[in-house]
């Protein structure tokens, strides 16, 4: 975390909603926000959404004296009175609240649609009615579809190629027109790959990193989908939580704003597997399977937007980065006992 974030929090008490607040990004946005003092209200439905996750976080409350700053309520924002009640008196909106799969969207697409697309407009809907100061949510790189530019920048987006993806543009749509229609404001952050602490390894449809790992802890063979040649820009956590506290603290020109969210630099799932070596030695398993259906083939994110109007800068280096991530890892399983608790 920035001093200028730190200084900017500084003796201030503000309301915040996270959704999907036992999730992955939502967990550490929670704990982030109780580190600066801050009032936190979390919703989650827990589909995805981890309750040990919610216990960290008020064990990290109770450790800290900071119990008066956090409260959990379990419920779907399908449910549009939900959202209402929960939006009651909050300054600013986190909604990290969705399931976030290409597969899993393509087998389910429905689900999709009711946790990607009709929650999110509840909770839009209801953050405007409460007269939330601002809606900062979670889209994703996926909504670049068949763009062949790279990096990708904001304004080059193509088709999608997953329900997930489309999901996420929709979101971007609703977003635009409450603004273009009742002047409420939003900024969303289109996620590329974000690795690092309280994400899911067990999920059927977990991300590469945590899926990898596992496996390795496991002495299990893992699955590079495709030939590896694949490219992700993988983002550590903390740089994401850092650009969502920017999200608030932006003082510019009034928009509904939407910006990249990586590291502006992309390696192939080879060379991820190279660097998982140097880690863990030469004697990984794995074999190549076939490409997945949905996926991008390659992506890499233009971060000068949110460097030029947030002032984000990503600290950690995908090597850096993974350190973390391992450090965390290993302390929730054993070598070749990675159970399904954490």
């Known amino acids: 975390m920035t001093e200028k974030i730190k200084n900017w929090f500084k003796n201030k008490k503000l309301r915040f909603l996270v959704t999907g607040a036992a999730g992955f990004v939502g967990t550490n946005l929670a704990l982030r926000l109780l580190e600066l003092g801050q009032s936190v209200t979390g919703v989650d439905s827990l589909i995805t959404g981890r309750i040990s996750n919610i216990e960290h976080i008020n064990n990290f409350a109770r450790e800290n004296g900071k119990t008066d700053g956090f409260k959990f309520i379990k419920g779907d924002l399908n449910d549009a009175e939900l959202c209402k009640n929960v939006a009651e008196n909050i300054d600013y909106v986190f909604h990290e609240a969705a ?167 992309s390696v192939s799932l080879n060379e991820l597997v190279q660097m998982l070596k140097e880690f863990f030695g030469n004697d990984i398993q794995y074999e190549h399977g076939p490409f997945r259906g949905g996926d991008i083939k390659y992506s890499e994110a233009d971060i000068t937007r949110a460097e030029r109007e947030l002032g984000f800068n990503p600290k950690f280096s995908l090597r850096e980065g993974l350190e973390q991530t391992l450090e965390y890892y290993r302390g929730l399983f054993t070598l070749g006992n990675a159970g399904g608790n954490y």
Not at 123 to 148: E, H, M, P, Q, W
């Open 99 to 265: 399931i976030a799969s290409v597969p899993w969207s393509l087998k389910e697409p429905h689900l999709f649609h009711s946790n990607n697309d009709a929650a999110f407009f509840n909770i839009l809907n209801a953050s405007r009615l409460s007269a939330v100061k601002r809606f900062i949510y979670a889209s994703s790189s996926a909504v670049y579809g068949t763009d062949s530019n790279i990096p990708s920048a904001e304004d080059n987006i193509g088709e999608p190629l997953s329900v997930y993806g489309a999901a996420k543009l929709t979101n971007e749509i609703y977003a635009k027109a409450f603004f273009n229609s009742f002047g409420f404001e939003s900024i969303g952050f289109r996620y590329f790959n974000i690795y690092g602490k309280f994400q899911d390894p067990y999920s059927p449809y977990a991300a590469v990193i945590p899926i990898w790992v596992k496996k390795i802890l496991s002495n299990e063979r893992f699955i590079i989908n495709g030939d590896g040649t694949t490219t992700r820009d993988f983002c550590y956590v903390d740089d994401i939580v850092d650009i969502n506290l920017l999200a608030v603290m932006y003082g510019g020109e009034k928009k509904p704003g939407v910006y990249n969210a990586g590291i502006g630099k």
